[in-house]
């Protein structure tokens, strides 16, 4: 039965959809002792997860049950912030008896959603640096991956997400929107006619990227869409060129080491160090090793958009440094090493409310509740690649017809990877090895 259960949620295109994408039927595969689910949805503004748990309660539950079967775990833990007290009770009813299965509840702070946070928070096992859950006896899944488990055995293909679409919106909402829905097409869903001069960016404040091309598609993994002002300090940061950014740097670090006070990574005992590194750069030291902190950084965003009292992006650095290096062949090195968490771990975590009023947010903290849509998408383009790993292949050519849920991109056996599926009934317009796209019958 598990291999049957695995062979359908690969075939179904199941991935991490709270993440970076990671193929669910590869982490299931993994033999635990622990599971636990990520509803911490620490990120400022996205509302999906806390909704999903109330109105597909029984799909969340069936798709757990499937992940604790595969994965032989004998816990389960479904971490939720307490400052959802509503959900964080209808949980509890759900689950009491169960002995497998407790309701871990958390602070109201950011990053409580980092899987090597959160990992740490309800088992007090410190991930090693650039490693994964597993090699501490744990996987950990988000809600809306567990919806889509349970989906998959059932012979369903992922081919929506859930999305809370919010900012300098006139209607904040969220939305069950099919796969390759362009950006500008969900914004008008919550009234947004003409962007103008705002800017729109894919994902949370904190690690969310700016969109170019708003005719651009939605993937697997897109959680949030934030409509902002060009002058909010989220969309100036990402706005910076990569010369910008460096000569910024050097004429305003001042080597304070707050973002490395702050670096929840660092605090993990990780070692990131991010004042560090810009040292380095900024004077063009020869410190191999000291650049290689930077593989120790999950990219937060911490540092720089809330530690730093002179504006500037550690976090960028540590990308560009990670990037150069990895095109070097250089790799992290943990032999040796013991990681022990710093003793203000407790004390220097981020208070989401003080972080949204940083960002200038505060005005969009607001409810944007679970609505129904009858909207149907004139045009739809399937990335073949929304997910860690190879993409997937196109199966199908222009001019061919295609019917809701047929797989329209299939990965090689061989390689790391997930099918893709038509979200509309159309005729195939364009495929190639990046992208395919349909037009509605």
Known sequence: MSAEYLQLIKEAGVVGAGGAGFPTHVKLAAQVETLIINACECEPLIRVDQQLLISHQDEFFAGLDIALQLTGATKCYIAIKSKHALVVKELKAAVAGSKPIEIFEMGDYYPAGDEQILVYDVLGKIVPRNGIPLNVGCVVCNVETMINVARAVSGKPVITTFVTITGAVPSPATYELPLGISYRDALSLCGVTDVGKMAVIDGGPMMGKLVSDLDSPITKTTKAILLLDARNKVVVNQSMTEGQL???????????QKCSDLCPRDLLGHDVKPHLLMRIVNYGLSDFQGLKRAFGCSECGAC???ACPSGLSPRRFNMLV????????????????????????????IPSKRLIARLGLSAYDLAAPLQETSFEPKRIALLLKQHVGAPAT????????????????????????????????????????????????
């Open 322 to 349: 990670k990037q150069q290096l990895m095109a070097e062949g250089a790799k992290n090195d943990n032999t040796g090493v013991e990681f022990y968490a710093s003793p203000m771990f407790p004390y220097r975590k």
């Open 246 to 256: 460096i000569r910024q740097s050097k004429s305003a670090c001042e080597q304070c």
């Open 304 to 306: 720089e958009l809330y």
């Open 394 to 441: 196109p199966v199908v050519v222009a001019g061919d017809r295609v019917r809701r849920g047929d797989v329209v991109g299939r990965i090689d056996e061989d390689k790391l990877g997930v099918n893709i599926h038509a979200s509309i009934d159309g005729v195939v317009e364009k495929a190639d090895e990046t992208v395919v796209v349909l037009i509605r019958d």
